[in-house]
């Protein structure tokens, strides 16, 4: 065991685990808002809105993560119309060629969470804020929102751990993220247990801090609290 290998490759691992965060974060963010989005959708009672959004929650939840960051890193640069359009701008970047899949892939897995924890509301919440006067649209912002994001805490916070680790596919499309650092730094030593061991405790300190962040805001934010 190479214990000067693991030692040094340690700051340049975890720089690169910044990468890593920035990709993970940017695609919280949009595919959270992504599955909002695809979660009302699927509650709507219109047959071919919710078959619509059902549509793009299997097509992501049934295919593989890495094959959809290949179809849109690789495949899209094939379509003539898409590389001559200001589109091209964006797709041409492996970054966010990734920030897409992982955004979408991840909204798709949230608009599931979501819809559940919206059908879990009791009818007598929303019952309670109309006979209050309080508009749908409000009981729906201010209520049913909130009610269902706080239940799906725990499912979320599965996810989010989840998405963390698919960002290592980031490194089949040249990004240096975490993993791609790793396998240089291989290639130049040819000594992988050392590397993976030290990349491996960097994400697993990552999802320590993840986990307990989630297990303070399901306390915080319980019903029994």
Not at 27 to 35: D, M, P
Not at 160 to 167: A, C, D, N, R
């Amino acid at each position: 065991m190479d214990f000067n290998l693991m030692i040094d490759s340690f700051p340049k691992l975890l720089n690169a685990a910044g990468i890593t965060l920035k990709l993970l974060s940017v695609s919280l963010i949009v595919g959270l808002f992504i599955g909002l989005l695809f979660a009302i959708l699927r509650l709507n009672k219109n047959v071919f809105v919710n078959r619509f959004a059902y549509g793009y929650s299997y097509l992501f939840r049934g295919t593989p993560l890495l094959v959809q960051i290949f179809i849109i890193y690789f495949g899209l640069g094939q379509i003539e119309s898409l590389r001559s359009s200001f589109l091209w701008v964006i797709l041409k970047e492996p970054y966010w060629c990734a920030i897409i899949a992982f955004a979408l892939n991840t909204g798709a897995y949230t608009s599931e969470i979501l819809r559940s924890a919206f059908q879990t509301i009791k009818p007598g919440i929303i019952e309670a804020g109309q006979s209050l006067g309080i508009s749908t649209k409000i009981i729906f912002y201010k209520i049913q929102i909130p009610i269902a994001i706080r239940q799906s805490l725990p499912a979320y916070g599965n996810e989010i751990i989840l998405m963390m680790k698919g960002t290592s596919l980031a490194s089949t499309v040249t990004l240096m993220d975490l993993t791609g650092v790793a396998k240089y730094i291989i290639s130049t030593t040819f000594k992988p247990i050392e590397v993976f061991i030290v990349a491996g405790g960097i994400y697993l300190f990552m999802t320590f801090i993840i986990h307990n962040m989630i297990k303070f805001l399901e306390k915080k934010y319980s019903f029994n609290s």
